[in-house]
């Protein structure tokens, strides 16, 4: 019985692995601002479970590796690259509790109602360290899904609104995940990709960190509760507070291609720069 079950299962990781197929998804993005409109092309590359996304216009690329558990985040104006990894996770941690081992020891040494005020102040900064800023705005949103639909780029769509307290600030068009071509290929890299993410946003909380990983975070959406989505995200166009339109966002296609290994590495020529890990 178990030789039988480990062929099976060796059946279908062979499967997955023979039949797996190099996918590019392009999306456009328009920019308002006045009157004018600016125009850029927004690139996913996927293959297993590694993803590179590019911005037009955008210094920055993003390249997650699945098999090594490793993000690159990739500067082009400065040629540099910087790897968050496991290990740099797990020695930003300890740094952090031993930093947490000090104040304590520190705080044994006050008086009574001294302690008690600066250990309330530290569990509330604890807090609210532990919630990264991605996961404070996450707090915030909530979506309402309505009964109205139409076509976009042959997607038979529905509309979910999406509000910051009571106010509407996105409105997605959102289709079955069966319209979508490739979908287990897409959903295995956006899953690899965004609970190894997750694991990132409580340990890095500076404002260099937040700002590079911001663009992976935007696809949170692909990837969202049943409940609140059920659905990929076609389109999306998001509002200022003063209901006027910010930015609109189109799945332009999804294609299957033969990518080379390069694409998911930074460039040689470019130079590995260590995180700062001593200011998280």
Known sequence: MLKKLSLILF??????????????????????????????????????????????????????????????????????????NKDLINRTASMRDKAMAKMEKRLAQMPKAQRKMARKMMEQQMEKYNKSKFQQEAEKFSYKSTSITKKINDYPCKRVDVYNDTVKVEELWITDWNNIKYKEDIETAYTSMMNFVDSLKTTFQSQQYNNALRMPFMLRCQLDDEDKLDGYPVSAINYDEYDNVTNKIYLENIESKKLPASTFSPPEDYILKKPDISQQ
């Open 11 to 84: 059946v279908i990781f062979l499967t997955t692995i023979l039949f797996a197929k190099d996918v590019e998804i392009n999306i456009l993005r328009e920019d308002y601002e006045g009157e004018e409109v600016q125009k850029s092309e927004i690139r996913l590359y996927i293959s297993g479970e590694k993803v590179k996304i590019m911005g037009e216009g955008n210094r920055y690329h993003f390249i997650f590796h699945g098999n090594k558990d490793a993000i690159w985040i990739v500067d082009t104006e400065k040629k540099v690259y910087m790897e968050l």
